[in-house]
């Protein structure tokens, strides 16, 4: 079976510029420009041509919009199609039971993970891995995995754009009792 053409899109958001990624029916990447991980997998992607009019480039860009307007908006309409292991695919669609404006820790969506997988437990540190290489950035919310007792930690994008992302949602800074 021939692999589908990819296409490209370069978006500005307010945490700054952003590529898309699309096989032209689903989402395949949303990476901040310059984060760790940037590309994923995709070694060439100077080579792929830019696309404006894709309708999961728009139906992403008005998700980004309401949602960096600060409405809880879930991707639940955009076709997502993100390329990893089977075990990145699983901690993914974990990430996506997260809701809106929540966090999660790292030892909790271990835990999580090791039961999908009928296990008694995980290693956070695998799982870590797995969130730290989700290629659909804001959209697959591993900005609301956080570290033990709620500090932040690890965000491929930087630290500050997890903040950024977390206080927007209301999840950040957490107000003790």
Same mark, same amino acid.
């Given at each position: 079976?021939?692999?589908?053409?990819?296409?490209?899109?370069?978006?500005?958001?307010?945490?700054?510029?952003?590529?898309?990624?699309?096989?032209?029916?689903?989402?395949?990447?949303?990476?901040?420009?310059?984060?760790?991980?940037? =590309? =994923?997998?995709?070694?060439?992607?100077s080579?792929?041509? +830019?696309?404006? &009019?894709?309708?999961?480039?728009l139906?992403?860009? &008005?998700?980004?919009?309401?949602?960096?307007?600060?409405?809880?908006?879930?991707?639940?309409?955009?076709?997502?199609?993100?390329? =990893?292991?089977?075990?990145?695919?699983?901690?993914?669609k974990?990430?996506?039971?997260?809701?809106?404006?929540?966090?999660?820790?790292?030892?909790?969506?271990?835990?999580?993970?090791?039961?999908?997988l009928?296990?008694?437990?995980?290693?956070?540190?695998?799982?870590?891995?797995?969130?730290?290489?989700?290629?659909?950035?804001?959209?697959?919310?591993?900005?609301?995995?956080?570290g033990? =007792?709620?500090?932040?930690?690890?965000?491929?994008?930087?630290?500050?754009?997890?903040?950024?992302?977390?206080?927007?949602?209301? +999840?950040?800074?957490?107000?003790?009792?």
């Amino acid at each position: 079976m021939p692999e589908k053409t990819l296409y490209k899109k370069e978006i500005l958001l307010p945490l700054g510029s952003a590529l898309l990624l699309s096989d032209g029916e689903k989402l395949k990447g949303l990476w901040l420009i310059g984060q760790k991980h940037f =590309g =994923g997998h995709f070694s060439n992607l100077s080579g792929i041509p +830019a696309e404006e &009019t894709l309708p999961v480039f728009l139906k992403t860009e &008005t998700f980004l919009a309401r949602y960096f307007a600060g409405e809880p908006v879930s991707p639940d309409g955009i076709p997502l199609a993100p390329d =990893g292991t089977p075990f990145q695919k699983l901690v993914w669609k974990e990430l996506l039971r997260i809701p809106y404006g929540e966090t999660k820790s790292y030892g909790s969506l271990a835990r999580e993970v090791a039961a999908a997988l009928h296990r008694s437990s995980m290693s956070a540190q695998a799982v870590g891995s797995a969130v730290g290489r989700n290629p659909i950035s804001i959209l697959i919310p591993c900005h609301r995995v956080v570290g033990a =007792g709620g500090n932040l930690t690890g965000y491929a994008g930087g630290l500050d754009k997890k903040e950024a992302l977390l206080h927007l949602e209301g +999840a950040w800074p957490r107000h003790s009792m």
